[in-house]
């Protein structure tokens, strides 16, 4: 910090000062009942500006030396910066430090986040190739082994891997896009049973083959929401239902409403979630003891699907028996502002 740097720095306080002391020096000159000669009043300015530099000066040290440091820390780009800090000497810098240190915690908060995303997306995407590897080389076995097959057979299972590998790409696009989620949604009036009608028929194919009996009831609600997000939500639930369900199950759709809010039950009775697991079947990642030992997974569909929805203003909820039955249930509370609906996390 140079003179001239200080010496601006302290204008105001300068100008307040030769007010003062011009002040006081014309009080004195012309007060009557007070005989000053015009010496002693020029000896107390000059005594009074001596003391005034004796303080700057002192003041300029001080604050030279705090200055000095941080452009010192800030030239040599040093790591650890918090603890190079200067030891404050006024309240002022006392301030700056406090809001360096914060600032600095702030940042670090972020950083860390950042890894932390940037692990959970390798983790992902990891999880995600060996998953679509697997549908991709059923395909090339499918094609290797097709001599003396009918078409038909053929592509009925090449059109089953490529409904998994579509599935999995689809996942991965709304993973990709959650966090620009206000930029992409629509707000408007859905029928839910034209809604529900139009993912069985996507996975009509599934409940044939595994002879899946549905039961569809009180279906006649509306509600207001993004028809494209509620689709891909109600999506990754019915496929999970339909996955651990076995052959000859049956899921039932229902819907329900009261004062509060208006509810779709996605219930199956397939081997259901353990116990230990059901408080976190909705962490990202977590695939659970019968997504390891049964199925392979990524993990993420659920995950998806509460994000999602609590960015709708939805919630899910669910609720399970080990071996007897697993209920989603997707919340529509009636009393949402859905003009702040990107601000939900």
């Not at 005034?52 to 040093?78: A, G, H, N, V």
């Not at 006392?94 to 983790?123: A, G, S, V």
């Not at 996955?243 to 996605?266: H, M, N, P, S, W």
């Not at 397939?270 to 697991?277: A, N, T, Y």
Request: net charge positive; with cysteine; aromatic share 12%.
């Amino acid at each position: 910090m140079k003179v001239k740097e200080y010496i601006i720095d302290k204008r105001y306080l300068l100008i307040f000062y030769l007010i003062l002391m011009s002040f006081i020096s014309a009080v004195i000159y012309l007060d009557s009942t007070v005989k000053v000669s015009m010496n002693n009043i020029v000896y107390i300015n000059v005594v009074s500006f001596v003391f005034l530099c004796i303080y700057l000066s002192i003041e300029y040290m001080f604050r030279k030396r705090y200055y000095e440091t941080i452009k010192l820390i800030i030239k040599d780009q040093k790591e650890n910066i918090i603890n190079s800090l200067p030891e404050p000497k006024f309240y002022e810098q006392n301030l700056y430090n406090k809001l360096l240190e914060n600032i600095y915690e702030e940042q670090n908060i972020k950083i860390e986040k950042l890894y932390e995303d940037k692990r959970d997306n390798l983790e992902f995407i990891t999880s995600w190739v060996h998953e679509v590897k697997t549908p991709i080389a059923v395909s090339r076995l499918i094609i290797e082994n097709s001599i003396d097959k009918p078409k038909e057979v053929i592509l009925d299972s090449l059109e089953d891997e490529i409904d998994k590998i579509d599935n999995y790409v689809e996942q991965t696009l709304y993973y990709s896009r959650t966090d620009a989620f206000s930029k992409d949604y629509f707000i408007k009036e859905v029928d839910l049973e034209k809604l529900i009608k139009e993912i069985i028929k996507k996975h009509a194919k599934m409940f044939i083959n595994k002879r899946i009996g549905i039961d569809i009831k009180d279906m006649s609600l509306t509600t207001t929401t993004d028809k494209k997000w509620l689709i891909f939500i109600i999506n990754q639930v019915l496929s999970n239902s339909l996955k651990y369900t076995a052959q000859g199950g049956r899921i039932k759709i229902i819907g329900e409403k009261d004062k509060k809010e208006k509810r779709l039950v996605i219930e199956d009775d397939g081997m259901g979630i353990k116990q230990e697991d059901i408080g976190r079947v909705f962490n990202k990642g977590f695939t659970g003891s019968n997504g390891r030992e049964n199925y392979k997974s990524t993990g993420m569909g659920l995950y998806l699907a509460k994000k999602l929805a609590r960015k709708l203003g939805h919630n899910i909820t669910i609720e399970s028996t080990y071996g007897e039955y697993t209920r989603v249930v997707i919340h529509f509370p009636k009393l949402i502002d859905y003009f702040n609906v990107a601000n939900n996390t």
